[in-house]
């Protein structure tokens, strides 16, 4: 039991920085539509559609970037920190292409939302406006990315947390002089959200890469010349590591957006209460995402010093410190889910079904941190591919069939509305934490050479 408390302080260690930064992260979003909203209902609205095509976009990227921090992790766990720079030079190649293919998409904007039925033109003018502005800040992003994720790999998970919130507070004074005009730039209303996200995003990856450049306890790890060529295979060993990831979560974003969609027909507080609980199920998941991202550093350290036995505790006082947080999460959802949905709306009707919603919202939170810890569990083994799969099976197979056939449809029991979509969720997590595991377990049992091999490749 004390080896497994030892790694929990540690797992914790590691994991409140990034809860903190995924908060901050979460926050700029937050900020961006209250000031937006204060502007029109247009703008904010705006902003809101924007944001449910950018984030598919960049969270693309994002995950296909994440395959850094398990290679780096193993890399400085096996003492060949000599390598680390090369990584992350080719892990920058990689996020340049990335870059380019998210401008290319989001430049097609107004094709994507022209699909979009019905829309108002002014506010489809408004997105389009704030995604071409934005999309100049995917290469800051996702170059932000790479110096995290290799900050991360070598268990510093600080400078993230730390980068996150000054990005969180440059971008309230940005976003007032670029909404509302100030200081001789023009008033762009919900599009100076996009101009000053964007920029932010460039800062903070200048500040990491100053933090990097300038920190003693890094510099072992700087790369001979500060320009290298794309390296091939090691770009493609990248990219079919950080694939399944990116693919993962690109499914999960766009089921989600869908949901919302099937929803929106059922009418407002319908929308409204299934909404207020997406948010709330969404905070509570920062904790086991980045009890995950810990996961994934610590497993595939103690794979890098050939310790099989400790990746093994990894992994289990992971998941068991994911659940018993998830345990006072849900219980704290399921008590206050009246006090919680009143928060966001003073409607009885909305705060009555939103407050049903949240209990569904509370039950499936140890299915998912199972599920998201495990799929970090399977990135510090260097399997990713079963993520990929899993994730794919257990939302679009089985998830959302059935929470479509629970919620709008009277082919099992009679419709049950939003509810039904949440039970569909339910029973795609569930899943989804059931195979992780299995799959975790799979792995453990196989001959340590061979998974200290899969794990250095």
């Given at each position: 039991m ?19 930064a995924?908060i901050a ?9 209250i000031?937006?909203?204060?502007v029109s ?6 902003v ?9 976009a960049?969270?693309f990227?994002?995950?296909l ?6 290679t780096?992790?193993h ?14 030079q080719q ?10 293919l ?10 994507i939302?022209g ?8 506010l489809?003018e ?11 800040g ?5 170059f ?5 994720d290799?900050?991360?790999g070598?268990s ?12 969180l507070?440059v ?6 002089i670029?909404?509302?005009?100030k ?12 101009v000053?996200?964007?920029?932010v ?6 500040m990491?890469r100053?933090?990097?450049?300038h920190?003693r ?6 790369p001979?010349?500060?320009?290298a060529?794309p390296?091939?295979?090691t ?12 693919l ?8 989600f957006?869908?949901v919302?969609?099937l929803?929106?027909?059922l ?5 409204a ?6 948010n ?6 920062v904790?086991?995402l ?6 994934t550093?610590r497993?595939?350290s ?8 400790g ?11 994911g659940?018993?947080?998830?345990c ?5 959802a ?10 966001y ?8 079904l ?14 998912d ?30 998830g959302?069939p059935?929470g ?9 029991v009679?419709?049950m509305?939003?509810s039904?979509?949440?039970?569909g ?12 595991t299995?799959r ?5 049992k196989?001959?340590?050479y ?8």
């Open positions: 004390q080896k497994y408390l030892a790694e929990a302080r540690v797992l914790l260690a590691l994991a409140i920085p990034v809860i903190l995924q992260q979460t926050s700029m979003g937050v900020v961006d539509t000031m937006a909203g204060s209902a247009t703008d904010m609205a705006a809101a559609v924007g944001t449910s095509i950018w984030l598919p960049i969270l990227g994002h995950g970037l994440l395959s850094l921090t398990p780096i992790a890399l400085n766990g096996a003492g060949r920190r000599d390598k680390i720079g090369h990584q992350v892990g920058f190649w990689l996020a340049s292409g990335v870059s380019v998210v401008i290319a998409v989001l430049y097609q904007c107004d094709h939302l699909l979009m039925h019905n829309i108002d033109p002014e489809k408004k997105a389009v406006g704030y995604l071409h502005a934005i999309m100049w995917a290469p800051g992003y996702l932000f990315q790479v110096l995290r290799q900050c991360e070598l510093k998970t600080k400078p993230g947390m730390v980068f996150g919130f000054i990005g507070l971008n309230i004074p940005v976003n007032y670029f909404i509302y005009g200081f001789g730039a023009p008033a762009l209303g919900g599009v100076g959200c996009g000053a996200t964007g920029t995003y460039w800062v903070m990856f200048f990491m100053f933090y990097v450049r920190n306890a890094l510099r072992d790890i700087q001979v010349t500060r320009f060529k390296d091939w295979p770009l493609r060993r990248l990219s079919q590591l950080g694939l399944p990831i990116a993962a979560l690109f499914f999960e974003v766009t089921l957006a869908i919302a969609l929803v929106s027909p009418g407002i507080v319908a929308v209460s299934h909404q207020i609980a997406l709330v199920g969404s905070l509570m998941f904790v086991p980045s009890l995950g991202v810990a996961a550093i497993v595939g103690r794979l890098g010093e050939s310790s099989v036995e990746a093994k505790v990894a992994a289990y006082t992971s998941i068991m410190t659940v018993l947080m998830a006072c999460t849900a219980t704290t399921i008590l206050f889910r009246e006090h919680i949905a009143a928060l709306n003073d409607s009885p009707e909305v705060v009555t939103a407050s049903h919603l949240l209990i569904f919202a509370a039950l499936f939170q140890i299915s941190a199972i599920q998201v810890i495990g799929s970090g569990i399977l990135r510090g083994y260097k399997d990713t591919r079963s993520i990929f799969y899993i994730t794919f099976i257990a939302y679009w197979v089985l959302l059935v479509y056939m629970l919620g709008l449809t009277d082919l099992l009679p419709r509305g939003p039904g979509f949440w039970c969720f339910i029973l795609g997590l569930t899943f989804a934490a059931l195979m992780m299995l975790m377990r799979w792995l453990q196989q001959p340590s061979t998974i200290l091999q899969k794990a250095g490749r």
